[in-house]
């Protein structure tokens, strides 16, 4: 499986964007999210970028007040699962243009749609940022 | 550059009327972001979904406006509401013709429903239209849809077109295409079991993207048959050397490196592909020295390749230049100032040893130092890593700093998992009884009621069993030892259900074995017990079985037995016990202190909880009493064999409840064939862990289970490999014990006398062996290995095997041991004399070759000792080790304060939390650009307040004005 699920977090532990790779139900996330939540953004910023929870890891990142968040199978490259994220930040960035948390939560959609396109199953399948844009942006021409 | 981009972004969505949607929306995301406290958010949201269902039962919502509901409905669920009220609109949404419509459709309906949500059904057959699009934008959408929303039912509606769209002529079709299958094959993979030709045609594929994408699923299908793929590894090879030498288009670079994703997932199947398989392995070596070599070293993602190397060169077959290269890597990433990639080199040094055990030695320090170190994930990785070089010279200090750790978390879960590790190698690895029962005691008092009842069980036999020698003063010293560990522990509030099971057992079996303390001294402890655990019927049983025997042990001794009132009174309030068991156990207790001294001697024999009771399964003794009865006319016996239909109850009539019970559980379970000894009769209690209060039950019952619970002594080495266990826990169940505790038992079995100690010495030797093979085979010659088995084997179980001779190289080993042996009389003192004995912890915790242990030996300070297991290197890299930490600690609590004043939401309390997000942000930053080595030029853009200014008087013209602006909002990611 790989990625289990995505999160975006502000700085108060606001949830700005979830995305699951595996179906959980609304309780299960209510339940899930404030308790990763709470574990990671009570580390100081010299730990490792890595939790474990239950059987299985969080990886996560910070950028200015916002906090992306990766829970991976235990046998994901944990290195990698970080790199990952920030080319998540620069594909995002190279959209919109110095992104920040509003920018996110204005285009929410499209977001969720970068996501799809580099994430499926739990995998990740697309690195190329012009190959995961290029959809988007023939849809805006679109509209 | 920058700033016409700014500004034409900013006319784009002026264009749009802001950013193209409403302002009821702007308002909304303005609200949630300025939100201050998770009320505030429930309060908008709650709100928000009122307004949201009177939205839409208005008639013809337009369909821009619609999409702008769905968008509004994510964000209801995804701050943790239900928004079901809405999903048939997001349904709805996916039959509409407009590609972004539809996509958010597709979006939404896949984050709100499960693939089995009854409205699926409703959009299979959209997704089946979109597949036959000619847009392949729509073919895309609904491929990520498929991926989401099909499940193992569904999969054939759509099967075949996704097969077809593997040949599509867009790359970004065949991608999606190919995953959908992937997905598939996950959800049920014998749907696609005659489509894996297609995996590997897909590997061919011209884009990079669509064969980096089949890497996935090919990744899934090795991981479960690696052989069946073997003739790609020279496929797998080509493409990692190609990627390697710069071949993939430069827009797969990250970093400056090539598409370092993909060489990660192929090393990881090239990992899988030479596991065990020297031809294979040897054809990756090139590529792989080539990776070691070329990757950068500076950044964090060439080191998640570097890592990904280690974990391949550990799995395939060794190779002694790719070894070296990796030893480097790891003490690169040991000696870092990062904490990630000290965490790496931890994991990979784990893997490593098992090949080269020698590298662990010169990383001693680092690894003691993340051991100390504050950080959680560190320090279990850690544990981690030490639980994978234990062994009987170290066990003791790592076991000790596992149970250290365990007491201070709260976490149940990572405390169970630490518990049973700790039981795990000090049932390994213990030194001595007497080590292993003070362990025992530890874990059961902090986590007992997390551990497996199995390990109680253990427990209970060795203190049962002792050494099993010879040596009858030592086996009592160690009761006496565990007897008055117990008097002290059993006053503690609080403690588990099955520790307390045990110190009954133990107090109640040997409580006045020694003379040093009486009677009533003990069983006014066991009437506390029971009473302080009023609710346990366990605990009860075990208390009041045990005051049983102690008193059953002052008959038989001819001493006059003074029945405490308080138990005297237990047993009234037992005897009226909704519980049958418990009211039994009275009765029985009842019965036995009115007996004589040679009847209750036969009944109880004292000491013999180990003794082993032979059967006669004839019941010959009955002969008489049977013949009397047929010749009274009675019916005569049908073997139950013989009897047609379901077990009749009725049989055991005259037996109470609960044994019928248990006897028609058993008749279920133990049919398996095995081979039946009838000599040795081990009677053993299989169910014993559903099962926690031993109950007397008539032999009949045992008979039935015996052909299963007795492994033959050769069967023991071979097919119990992984069971031990289980294996043990049959030789040790109840009976064992409960034979005493029960004189039905006893009574109305004829009973002659072996020892299981020989079947169970043979059958422990053999499986410990194995066990000690499985974590030493790689990395200890095999002459090394069989010593350790037999102290392991001696100092647990003891035996035969204790006295023989032993390479000189284990001397010290064996010395020690036998001091613990022999010194570790005194239960009080036993802490200290544990922490003496061992006087070079720190080398042995890290000692692979015997070599260096039995050199380092500095008699330093035993209090130094008790700190831990620094001792190795001098004193004075102690104290700086220790100075250091101390100086880092404020810093953590400073970053520590920062997020609950962030928190406080007044505009002054923003100002400082916004200073130190800039502190951060450079902090990042600068990361950042040193791994991007100032390549991607884009992120030397700096934080930019013009930007966020920008924005928000962008945000005041559409009409929201901030009434409280929250900086934050407005700030670049990326800096």
Same mark, same amino acid.
């Given at each position: 499986?790989?990625?289990?699920?995505?999160?975006?977090?502000?700085?108060?532990?606001?949830?700005?964007?979830?995305?699951?790779?595996?179906?959980?139900?609304?309780?299960?996330?209510?339940?899930?999210?404030?308790?990763?939540?709470?574990?990671?953004?009570?580390?100081?910023?010299?730990?490792?970028?890595?939790?474990?929870?239950?059987?299985?890891?969080?990886?996560?990142?910070?950028?200015?007040?916002?906090?992306?968040?990766?829970?991976?199978?235990?046998?994901?490259?944990?290195?990698?699962?970080?790199?990952?994220?920030?080319?998540?930040?620069?594909?995002?960035?190279?959209?919109?243009?110095?992104?920040?948390?509003?920018?996110?939560?204005?285009?929410?959609?499209?977001?969720?749609?970068?996501?799809?396109?580099?994430?499926?199953?739990?995998?990740?399948?697309?690195?190329?940022?012009?190959?995961?844009?290029?959809?988007?942006?023939?849809?805006?021409?679109?509209? | 550059?920058?700033?016409?981009?700014?500004?034409?972004?900013?006319?784009?969505?002026?264009?749009?009327?802001?950013?193209?949607?409403?302002?009821?929306?702007?308002?909304?995301?303005?609200?949630?972001?300025?939100?201050?406290?998770?009320?505030?958010?429930?309060?908008?949201?709650?709100?928000?979904?009122?307004?949201?269902?009177?939205?839409?039962?208005?008639?013809?919502?337009?369909?821009?406006?619609?999409?702008?509901?769905?968008?509004?409905?994510?964000?209801?669920?995804?701050?943790?509401?239900?928004?079901?009220?809405?999903?048939?609109?997001?349904?709805?949404?996916?039959?509409?013709?407009?590609?972004?419509?539809?996509?958010?459709?597709?979006?939404?309906?896949?984050?709100?429903?499960?693939?089995?949500?009854?409205?699926?059904?409703?959009?299979?057959?959209?997704?089946?239209?979109?597949?036959?699009?000619?847009?392949?934008?729509?073919?895309?959408?609904?491929?990520?849809?498929?991926?989401?929303?099909?499940?193992?039912?569904?999969?054939?509606?759509?099967?075949?077109?996704?097969?077809?769209?593997?040949?599509?002529?867009?790359?970004?079709?065949?991608?999606?295409?190919?995953?959908?299958?992937?997905? %598939?094959?996950?959800?049920?993979? =014998?749907? *696609? $079991?005659? @489509?894996?030709?297609?995996?590997?045609? /897909? &590997?061919?594929?011209?884009?990079?993207?669509?064969?980096?994408?089949?890497?996935?699923?090919?990744?899934?299908?090795?991981?479960?048959?690696?052989?069946? %793929?073997?003739?790609?590894?020279? =496929?797998? *090879? $080509?493409? @990692?050397?190609?990627?390697?030498?710069? /071949? &993939?288009?430069?827009?797969?670079?990250?970093?400056?490196?090539?598409?370092?994703?993909?060489?990660?997932?192929?090393?990881?199947?090239?990992?899988?592909?030479?596991?065990?398989?020297?031809? =294979?392995?040897?054809?990756?070596?090139?590529?792989?020295?080539?990776?070691?070599?070329?990757?950068?070293?500076?950044?964090?993602?060439?080191?998640?390749?570097?890592?990904?190397?280690?974990?391949?060169?550990?799995?395939?077959?060794?190779?002694?230049?790719?070894?070296?290269?990796?030893?480097?890597?790891?003490?690169?990433?040991?000696?870092?100032?990062?904490?990630?990639?000290?965490?790496?080199?931890?994991?990979?040094?784990?893997?490593?040893?098992?090949?080269?055990?020698?590298?662990?030695?010169?990383?001693?320090?680092?690894?003691?130092?993340?051991?100390?170190?504050?950080?959680?994930?560190?320090?279990?990785?850690?544990?981690?890593?030490?639980?994978?070089?234990?062994?009987?010279?170290?066990?003791?200090?790592?076991?000790?700093?596992?149970?250290?750790?365990?007491?201070?978390?709260?976490?149940?879960?990572?405390?169970?998992?630490?518990?049973?590790?700790?039981?795990?190698?000090?049932?390994?690895?213990?030194?001595?009884?007497?080590?292993?029962?003070?362990?025992?005691?530890?874990?059961?008092?902090?986590?007992?009621?997390?551990?497996?009842?199995?390990?109680?069980?253990?427990?209970?036999?060795?203190?049962?069993?002792?050494?099993?020698?010879?040596?009858?003063?030592?086996?009592?010293?160690?009761?006496?030892?565990?007897?008055?560990?117990?008097?002290?522990?059993?006053?503690?509030?609080?403690?588990?259900?099955?520790?307390?099971?045990?110190?009954?057992?133990?107090?109640?079996?040997?409580?006045?074995?020694?003379?040093?303390?009486?009677?009533?001294?003990?069983?006014?402890?066991?009437?506390?017990?029971?009473?302080?655990?009023?609710?346990?019927?366990?605990?009860?049983?075990?208390?009041?079985?045990?005051?049983?025997?102690?008193?059953?042990?002052?008959?038989?001794?001819?001493?006059?037995?003074?029945?405490?009132?308080?138990?005297?009174?237990?047993?009234?309030?037992?005897?009226?016990?909704?519980?049958?068991?418990?009211?039994?156990?009275?009765?029985?207790?009842?019965?036995?202190?009115?007996?004589?001294?040679?009847?209750?001697?036969?009944?109880?024999?004292?000491?013999?909880?180990?003794?082993?009771?032979?059967?006669?399964?004839?019941?010959?003794?009955?002969?008489?009493?049977?013949?009397?009865?047929?010749?009274?006319?009675?019916?005569?016996?049908?073997?139950?064999?013989?009897?047609?239909?379901?077990?009749?109850?009725?049989?055991?009539?005259?037996?109470?409840?609960?044994?019928?019970?248990?006897?028609?559980?058993?008749?279920?379970?133990?049919?398996?064939?095995?081979?039946?000894?009838?000599?040795?009769?081990?009677?053993?209690?299989?169910?014993?862990?559903?099962?926690?209060?031993?109950?007397?039950?008539?032999?009949?019952?045992?008979?039935?289970?015996?052909?299963?619970?007795?492994?033959?002594?050769?069967?023991?080495?071979?097919?119990?490999?992984?069971?031990?266990?289980?294996?043990?826990?049959?030789?040790?169940?109840?009976?064992?014990?409960?034979?005493?505790?029960?004189?039905?038992?006893?009574?109305?079995?004829?009973?002659?006398?072996?020892?299981?100690?020989?079947?169970?010495?043979?059958?422990?030797?053999?499986?410990?062996?194995?066990?000690?093979?499985?974590?030493?085979?790689?990395?200890?010659?095999?002459?090394?290995?069989?010593?350790?088995?037999?102290?392991?084997?001696?100092?647990?179980?003891?035996?035969?095997?204790?006295?023989?001779?032993?390479?000189?190289?284990?001397?010290?080993?064996?010395?020690?041991?036998?001091?613990?042996?022999?010194?570790?009389?005194?239960?009080?003192?036993?802490?200290?004399?544990?922490?003496?004995?061992?006087?070079?912890?720190?080398?042995?915790?890290?000692?692979?070759?015997?070599?260096?242990?039995?050199?380092?030996?500095?008699?330093?300070?035993?209090?130094?000792?008790?700190?831990?297991?620094?001792?190795?290197?001098?004193?004075?890299?102690?104290?700086?080790?220790?100075?250091?930490?101390?100086?880092?600690?404020?810093?953590?609590?400073?970053?520590?304060?920062?997020?609950?004043?962030?928190?406080?939401?007044?505009?002054?309390?923003?100002?400082?939390?916004?200073?130190?997000?800039?502190?951060?942000?450079?902090?990042?930053?600068?990361?950042?650009?040193?791994?991007?080595?100032?390549?991607?030029?884009?992120?030397?853009?700096?934080?930019?307040?013009?930007?966020?200014?920008?924005?928000?008087?962008?945000?005041?013209?559409?009409?929201?004005?901030?009434?409280?602006?929250?900086?934050?909002?407005?700030?670049?990611?990326?800096?």
């Amino acid at each position: 499986m790989g990625i289990r699920f995505i999160l975006m977090v502000n700085k108060q532990g606001q949830t700005r964007l979830a995305q699951y790779y595996e179906y959980l139900t609304l309780e299960e996330r209510r339940a899930l999210e404030p308790e990763i939540v709470r574990k990671c953004l009570a580390r100081a910023e010299q730990q490792c970028s890595f939790v474990e929870h239950r059987n299985y890891k969080i990886v996560y990142r910070r950028y200015a007040s916002l906090f992306f968040l990766v829970g991976v199978d235990n046998d994901e490259n944990e290195l990698a699962i970080l790199e990952f994220i920030h080319l998540l930040v620069e594909t995002m960035d190279r959209h919109f243009g110095n992104v920040c948390e509003l920018d996110i939560m204005f285009h929410l959609e499209k977001a969720h749609f970068m996501l799809e396109e580099m994430v499926m199953n739990g995998c990740i399948v697309e690195t190329n940022k012009s190959s995961i844009l290029a959809p988007i942006q023939l849809m805006d021409k679109m509209n | 550059m920058e700033q016409l981009k700014t500004i034409g972004r900013e006319l784009a969505m002026g264009s749009q009327g802001g950013f193209g949607q409403s302002k009821e929306f702007l308002d909304l995301v303005k609200s949630i972001g300025e939100a201050r406290s998770k009320a505030e958010e429930e309060r908008i949201v709650l709100l928000e979904i009122e307004t949201l269902k009177r939205r839409l039962s208005e008639p013809d919502i337009p369909k821009r406006k619609m999409k702008e509901y769905i968008i509004r409905l994510v964000y209801v669920e995804m701050l943790g509401h239900d928004g079901s009220f809405a999903y048939i609109h997001a349904v709805k949404m996916t039959h509409d013709d407009n590609l972004l419509l539809k996509r958010t459709g597709y979006l939404a309906v896949s984050l709100f429903l499960s693939d089995d949500h009854d409205l699926i059904i409703l959009i299979v057959n959209t997704i089946q239209k979109d597949l036959r699009s000619d847009n392949y934008l729509v073919v895309c959408a609904a491929l990520n849809a498929v991926c989401k929303l099909i499940n193992d039912e569904t999969v054939p509606a759509v099967l075949p077109q996704v097969v077809d769209l593997l040949g599509h002529p867009k790359e970004a079709v065949r991608k999606k295409a190919i995953m959908a299958l992937h997905r %598939f094959y996950q959800k049920s993979p =014998s749907s *696609v $079991s005659h @489509l894996v030709s297609n995996f590997r045609k /897909r &590997l061919c594929d011209n884009d990079p993207g669509v064969m980096g994408a089949t890497l996935c699923s090919l990744f899934d299908l090795i991981t479960i048959d690696a052989n069946s %793929f073997k003739d790609l590894v020279v =496929s797998f *090879v $080509s493409i @990692l050397k190609q990627v390697a030498e710069r /071949r &993939l288009p430069k827009a797969y670079d990250y970093h400056q490196l090539p598409a370092p994703f993909i060489q990660i997932r192929l090393l990881k199947i090239l990992a899988l592909l030479g596991s065990g398989d020297k031809q =294979s392995s040897e054809q990756m070596y090139t590529v792989v020295g080539d990776i070691f070599r070329k990757c950068d070293s500076s950044s964090n993602i060439g080191n998640a390749v570097l890592y990904e190397c280690i974990c391949c060169v550990s799995s395939i077959y060794p190779n002694p230049r790719l070894l070296e290269q990796a030893a480097q890597v790891i003490s690169r990433f040991l000696k870092s100032d990062s904490h990630n990639l000290k965490y790496m080199g931890i994991d990979a040094l784990g893997r490593l040893i098992k090949i080269s055990p020698e590298i662990a030695e010169q990383h001693q320090l680092a690894v003691i130092d993340c051991l100390e170190d504050p950080d959680d994930t560190l320090k279990r990785k850690t544990f981690e890593l030490l639980y994978k070089m234990t062994k009987s010279s170290n066990v003791e200090v790592i076991v000790d700093r596992m149970i250290d750790y365990m007491i201070s978390i709260n976490d149940n879960h990572y405390k169970t998992y630490i518990a049973s590790r700790c039981v795990e190698l000090a049932e390994q690895f213990a030194p001595s009884n007497q080590w292993f029962i003070l362990t025992m005691n530890k874990v059961f008092e902090h986590a007992g009621d997390l551990v497996n009842v199995k390990v109680a069980h253990n427990l209970m036999k060795l203190i049962a069993e002792g050494f099993g020698e010879d040596d009858d003063n030592a086996d009592s010293q160690l009761r006496s030892s565990a007897v008055e560990s117990y008097l002290r522990i059993i006053g503690e509030p609080k403690l588990p259900s099955v520790f307390l099971q045990v110190i009954c057992w133990v107090l109640g079996e040997y409580g006045t074995a020694d003379g040093k303390y009486s009677a009533s001294y003990i069983t006014g402890k066991l009437c506390d017990v029971a009473e302080a655990y009023s609710n346990d019927e366990s605990v009860k049983a075990y208390a009041v079985t045990a005051i049983m025997k102690i008193y059953a042990f002052e008959i038989s001794a001819r001493r006059k037995v003074d029945i405490l009132p308080e138990c005297q009174s237990l047993v009234e309030e037992l005897s009226a016990s909704h519980s049958t068991d418990l009211q039994q156990r009275a009765y029985e207790l009842q019965a036995v202190i009115s007996l004589d001294a040679p009847a209750v001697e036969s009944i109880i024999p004292p000491d013999a909880s180990c003794e082993d009771i032979e059967i006669d399964k004839n019941l010959s003794f009955l002969n008489g009493y049977v013949q009397e009865a047929l010749e009274k006319g009675a019916q005569p016996y049908i073997p139950e064999n013989e009897r047609s239909g379901v077990l009749d109850i009725s049989n055991f009539g005259n037996q109470d409840h609960h044994e019928a019970l248990t006897h028609s559980l058993r008749f279920e379970a133990y049919e398996l064939p095995k081979p039946v000894m009838p000599s040795r009769v081990p009677p053993a209690a299989v169910a014993s862990s559903t099962e926690l209060v031993p109950v007397p039950e008539p032999s009949y019952a045992r008979e039935t289970r015996q052909p299963a619970s007795l492994p033959s002594a050769s069967d023991a080495g071979s097919s119990e490999l992984k069971l031990r266990l289980d294996g043990v826990q049959k030789k040790w169940g109840r009976p064992t014990y409960s034979s005493s505790a029960s004189p039905s038992t006893n009574s109305s079995s004829s009973t002659s006398h072996k020892t299981t100690n020989g079947v169970t010495q043979v059958d422990s030797v053999g499986t410990s062996n194995s066990k000690a093979r499985d974590t030493y085979d790689s990395r200890r010659p095999q002459v090394e290995i069989s010593p350790e088995k037999q102290k392991l084997a001696s100092s647990l179980f003891g035996g035969p095997s204790k006295t023989e001779k032993r390479p000189s190289s284990a001397n010290h080993k064996a010395s020690k041991a036998s001091t613990h042996t022999s010194e570790k009389s005194q239960a009080p003192k036993a802490a200290a004399a544990h922490t003496e004995v061992n006087r070079e912890p720190a080398p042995d915790l890290l000692d692979l070759g015997d070599s260096t242990s039995s050199s380092s030996a500095p008699a330093i300070d035993p209090f130094k000792q008790l700190e831990g297991l620094l001792d190795q290197t001098d004193v004075a890299s102690n104290v700086n080790h220790g100075t250091a930490g101390a100086a880092k600690t404020p810093d953590f609590m400073g970053l520590y304060a920062d997020t609950p004043v962030s928190g406080l939401g007044s505009s002054v309390g923003d100002l400082l939390p916004t200073n130190r997000d800039e502190f951060n942000l450079t902090s990042e930053l600068s990361n950042a650009t040193r791994t991007a080595q100032g390549g991607v030029t884009q992120f030397n853009k700096g934080p930019n307040p013009k930007d966020a200014l920008e924005k928000d008087s962008l945000v005041r013209q559409m009409g929201v004005t901030p009434t409280s602006p929250n900086p934050n909002l407005f700030r670049d990611l990326l800096g």
